[in-house]
C-alpha cells in the first residue's frame, strides 16, 4: 500500500513542485505526511479524539463529511471534502469540541502536522509558497464558501447555491447529510423524529429539493 501512497503524493505534489529544482522540498514534505486510507462509513480518528488538532487534512481521492463534536452534544456537519479539498484544523481541546472526518467514499487521505510544514517553510521557501497559494487557499474557499451557505436564510436559495458551490455532490451525499447543510433545525427535527416518534417519518419527505433517490435512502435506512 506504501507505493500506492507515493503514487497518490507525486501525482499530487509533481504538478506543484519542480521535481530536480524542489527535490529537498518534496522529500521533507513526503516524510512529513501521514497517509491514511479509510473505507466508506469510517472516521479518520476515533470518537472525541484531539488528534486533528494542529494538522493540515487533505483528500487526496474520495468524499468526506467533516464536523465537529463532544461527549455530550449532537455533532455538527461543517466541510465537505472531495478530492483536492484543504482542512486546517485549529486546536478544538479550548472549545470542549473534536473534529473528526467521516468517509462517505472510500477515501485515501494526507495527513501533515501544521508545525513540521511550518518548519519545512523556514527551510524550503518553496513549501511556503505552496502552503499559501495550494492548501491555505483551498481551506479559505472551503470555509467562505460554507458561511455564505449557513448565512443563508431561504431554504431554496441555499440549495441553489449549495448546487453551484458541489455541483458534483449533490446527487452523491446522503439525504440525511445533505439537509444537515441546507436546512440544520429540520435535520434535528428529524433525528428526533426517527428517534422518538414514527408517526412522522414522511415528515421529510416533502421537502420540494430532495431528490427520490434520496427519499428512497431515507425509507430504507428506516426500515
Known amino acids: 500500500m506504501k507505493l500506492g501512497y507515493t503514487r497518490y503524493f507525486l501525482k499530487v505534489f509533481l504538478s506543484l513542485l519542480d521535481s530536480k529544482k524542489n527535490r529537498a522540498a518534496i522529500r521533507f514534505l513526503y516524510r512529513h505526511t501521514t497517509f491514511r486510507n479509510i473505507s466508506e462509513g469510517e472516521t ?20 468526506v463529511n467533516g464536523y465537529i463534536s463532544n461527549e455530550g452534544q449532537k ?27 467521516n468517509a462517505l467514499e472510500n477515501s485515501v487521505i494526507f495527513i501533515i502536522d501544521k508545525c513540521e510544514f511550518e518548519e519545512g517553510c523556514a ?24 458561511n455564505i451557505l449557513f448565512r443563508l436564510q431561504d431554504i431554496e436559495n441555499r440549495t441553489r447555491l449549495f448546487r453551484q458551490i458541489y455541483p458534483d455532490l449533490y446527487e452523491r451525499i446522503p439525504a440525511d447529510l445533505l439537509i444537515s447543510y441546507l436546512d440544520p433545525d429540520a435535520a434535528l ?5 426517527l428517534h422518538l416518534d414514527d408517526t412522522n417519518n414522511e415528515s421529510i419527505l416533502n421537502y420540494p429539493w430532495l431528490e427520490n433517490s434520496q427519499k428512497s435512502t431515507l425509507l430504507l435506512n428506516k426500515a
Open 44 to 63: 479518520l480518528f476515533e470518537v472525541n479524539s484531539p488528534t486533528a488538532n494542529g494538522q493540515v487534512i487533505y483528500v487526496a481521492e474520495g468524499l
Open 189 to 193: 427535527d428529524l433525528e428526533q423524529d
Open 123 to 146: 527551510w524550503y521557501p518553496e513549501l511556503d509558497s505552496l502552503f499559501d497559494v495550494y492548501f491555505l487557499s483551498n481551506a479559505i474557499n472551503d470555509v467562505n464558501n460554507r
Open 75 to 101: 455533532s455538527s456537519d461543517i466541510w465537505l471534502g472531495k478530492s483536492g479539498s484543504t482542512y486546517i484544523c485549529d486546536d478544538y481541546s479550548y472549545t470542549g469540541y473534536s473534529f473528526n472526518i
